[in-house]
């Protein structure tokens, strides 16, 4: 627990601190994590991030991570980005031909789609944070109470399970407790910061929304966990494992924050 503690908030302040700092530091940050991301997908599945696909895999991550204005540079100069992504798609085909299926149709389909579940929240972390501070902190807030929310008041209350073929410790009194817990934040959050909004009960109404899907987040991660037989996806967070474990909430909350609140 202690070593828990220690590691939340050491990696919890340096995160903070280049969120509030914003630019291309966090692009930096963003890249560094979504490919670490990345790297924990592939192992799970005993793929090398160092081997043909997963190379493909993240030059795929990093021409989708581009920023808008970087993107718009690489649209006037050579290729958009989706014209690059369909590009790599075919020499990911292309290399199961080459190696005669020893790299198969369903290796090169799940390093495309671990691709995009990891490229598509931490590209909305950097287009979240464009449109305000505010935006970011506020999904921190709400993820960090659901989640401490759906923690104690299940220990406390919780009876019935939530989905026991995926993760058997969760409850369903666990996960609405989490999402109240949400709410109650975020109403706070809107007094603090008013400007986030004008409409409350559209805020507490998406504020339940994404309560929701971060619980949703955490039970796919947990998915994979299970179905490949690991514990963590990693151990690079002392006490916490992996990157995806801790990012897993928040990369379902990031995309569906800024489609609905912003």
């Not at 369909?86 to 020499?91: A, D, G, S, T």
């Not at 008013?194 to 929701?212: A, C, H, K, Q, R």
Request: aromatic content about 16%.
């Amino acid at each position: 627990m202690k070593q828990r503690i220690i590691t939340a908030v050491i990696a919890g302040a340096i995160f903070l601190a280049i969120v509030f700092y914003g630019n291309e530091l966090l692009t930096i940050a963003t890249y560094i994590l979504a490919t670490i991301g990345l790297h924990e997908l592939l192992k799970m599945r005993k793929q090398s991030l160092l081997s043909v696909q997963g190379l493909l895999s993240v030059l795929m991550l990093w021409v989708f991570l581009l920023p808008d204005e970087q993107a718009r540079w690489l649209e006037d100069t050579l290729f958009s980005k989706i014209e690059l992504m369909f590009l790599i798609v075919l020499l990911f085909l292309t290399y199961t031909v080459l190696t005669k299926n020893k790299v198969t149709f369903d290796d090169v389909s799940f390093c495309i789609l671990s691709t995009l579940y990891v490229g598509i929240g931490f590209f909305y972390l950097i287009q979240t944070r464009e449109a305000g501070l505010d935006f970011i902190l506020y999904s921190l807030f709400i993820i960090w109470t659901t989640d401490s929310g759906a923690y104690f008041i299940g220990k406390a209350f919780g009876k019935r399970k939530l989905w026991p073929e995926i993760s058997p410790n969760k409850t369903v009194e666990g996960s609405i407790g989490g999402v109240i817990c949400a709410v109650v934040t975020a109403v706070v959050f809107y007094f603090v910061y008013p400007e986030i909004t004008d409409n409350l009960l559209v805020f507490i109404i998406g504020t339940i929304v994404l309560s929701v899907f971060g619980q949703i987040g955490d039970l796919v991660e947990s998915a994979f966990k299970r179905y490949y037989n690991v514990k963590d996806s990693g151990d690079i967070l002392p006490g916490h494992g992996g990157i995806l474990d801790r990012f897993d909430s928040l990369l379902f909350v990031w995309p569906l924050l800024y489609f609905f609140l912003i």
